[in-house]
């Protein structure tokens, strides 16, 4: 099975500039390694999506809006991500909960429209470093997950990536142990087994992001249960990008 390998470049790169980091990145990218998602700026989607015509890539967003109402002034609506050649969708990405106050009404909300509009999930779950030191990592997954998808069809989840992000990893330089990574992909699918089925919970794709660096990666290549990686910071340089994912494969 191939590993998912997501990109997640945040607010960075104008379209020059993604188009600069494209040129060098396609140049070097084989296609059929790994099951690739750049989740990229909205002002970046329309020239990579020419850029990477006839590759196997999926190209991504970092946010859509949570209703298709037409008085949503600044928003950008499932529907024309979907028209633009976006396939996924980043939700609940804790700088989404934390700066914007993203809830959890709202993350469902956000969930529903993008799977309306045909469009993968990627949503992101993980604990505070208060949760975690007070041992509230797997109650604090549980209950992200469940709100989450409160709602949803079990057939539904075929669209959807959890992406274990633990709050405290992210940008930090921090992160967990391989066995920490496992105990909470274990404990992510035993929530969807108990809301779903066990077949689901099989078959439900998940991955780590917190500070993945080619000097880390070896870390979380080979770890139980786990499908694939986000990166972040990391992946905004292409030569940098591109050593993590050969060491996924
Ligand atoms: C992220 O923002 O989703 C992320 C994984 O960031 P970083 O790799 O920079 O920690």
């Not at 850029?51 to 609506?77: F, H, P, V, W, Y």
């Not at 045909?118 to 604090?140: F, P, W, Y």
């Not at 990893?169 to 779903?196: H, L, M, Q, W, Y």
């Not at 910071?233 to 940098?240: D, R």
Request: glycine fraction near 6%; aromatic fraction near 6%.
């Amino acid at each position: 099975m191939k590993k998912i390998v997501i990109a997640n470049f945040k607010m960075n790169k104008t379209p020059s500039e993604t188009k600069q980091y494209l040129i060098s990145f396609l140049s070097k990218y084989e296609d059929y390694k790994t099951d690739l998602i750049l989740a990229l700026p909205y002002t970046s989607l329309s020239i990579a999506k020419f850029m990477i015509d006839k590759r196997e890539i999926s190209l991504g967003a970092q946010n859509l809006c949570d209703d298709d109402e037409k008085g949503c002034t600044g928003e950008i609506s499932g529907k024309m991500l979907a028209d633009s050649g976006v396939s996924h969708v980043l939700v609940g990405h804790s700088e989404r909960r934390a700066k914007f106050k993203e809830d959890s009404k709202i993350i469902n909300k956000k969930i529903k429209n993008g799977l309306k509009n045909r469009l993968s999930i990627i949503l992101c779950v993980g604990e505070s470093l208060a949760d975690k030191n007070t041992m509230k990592t797997l109650s604090t997954l549980r209950m992200q997950i469940e709100e989450a998808l409160k709602g949803l069809y079990e057939n539904e989840l075929e669209n959807l990536i959890i992406a274990y992000e633990p709050v405290w990893a992210i940008g930090s330089g921090k992160t967990p142990s391989p066995k920490e990574i496992e105990n909470a992909v274990r404990a992510i699918r035993k929530v969807v087994e108990e809301d779903f089925s066990k077949k689901a919970a099989q078959e439900i794709r998940v991955v780590y992001g917190g500070s993945i660096t080619p000097k880390n990666i070896s870390k979380f290549a080979s770890i139980e249960g786990l499908d694939g990686i986000l990166v972040g910071g990391a992946s905004l340089e292409s030569s940098v990008f591109l050593q993590i994912i050969n060491a996924m494969i």
